[in-house]
C-alpha cells in the first residue's frame, strides 16, 4: 500500500510539473503574443502622430502664405479661373472685363455672360475672388461672445470691407 501511495505520489508530481510546464509555456507565448502587437500598435500610432505633427507644420506654413493678402488673392483669382473655365465655354465669360459704361476704369476679374436675346447687349454678371478674411473672422469671434454690439459692429465691418 506504501508502494502504491508513493508511485502514485510520484505520478502526481510528474503530472503537476508537466501541467505547470505546459501552462508557463503556453502563457509565455500568449503574453509575448499579446505585447508584439500592443507594441506594434505603438508603433502605429507613434508613426501617426509623426504625421500629424507634419501634417500641423504644413497647415501653419499654408496658413502663414495665405495671411498674406497679395498672395491669397493671386491664389484665389486662380481657382477662380480655373473653375470658370471648366464649367463655362469662352463665350460664355470674359477674364479682366471692364465694368460700369467707357467712363468706369473699373475691371472684374471675371464676367459671367447671362442669356438674352441675340439683337441685345449681353448682361454680364461680375464675379470676383477676393473675400475679406479678417473682417469675417472678426464677426464669427463676435457672434462666439455674444455680445450684439459687437456683432453688429463686426457685421457692418463686413459688409462695408472693401473686398466685399
Do not use: C
Amino acid at each position: 500500500m506504501a508502494a502504491i501511495q508513493e508511485d502514485n505520489g510520484k505520478k502526481l508530481e510528474e503530472m503537476r510539473r508537466t501541467v505547470d510546464e505546459k501552462l508557463h509555456a503556453t502563457l509565455e507565448q500568449r503574453l509575448g503574443d499579446s505585447f508584439r502587437l500592443v507594441s506594434e500598435r505603438l508603433e502605429q500610432v507613434h508613426a501617426g502622430l509623426g504625421e500629424m505633427k507634419s501634417l500641423a507644420g504644413n497647415v501653419g506654413d499654408l496658413k502663414k502664405v495665405m495671411q498674406n493678402v497679395r498672395t491669397r488673392g493671386t491664389w484665389g483669382e486662380v481657382q477662380l479661373g480655373a473653375i470658370i473655365e471648366s464649367l463655362f465655354t469662352a463665350e460664355q465669360f470674359r477674364k479682366n472685363l471692364k465694368t460700369g459704361g467707357s467712363n468706369s476704369n473699373e475691371i472684374v476679374e471675371f464676367a459671367v455672360r447671362i442669356p438674352s436675346p441675340a439683337d441685345e447687349e449681353p448682361v454680364w454678371l461680375p464675379i470676383d475672388s477676393k473675400y475679406p478674411v479678417e473682417p469675417y473672422q472678426m464677426l464669427l469671434d463676435a457672434h462666439e461672445t455674444g455680445d450684439r454690439a459687437e456683432i453688429l459692429q463686426a457685421t457692418s465691418a463686413f459688409e462695408s470691407s472693401p473686398e466685399s
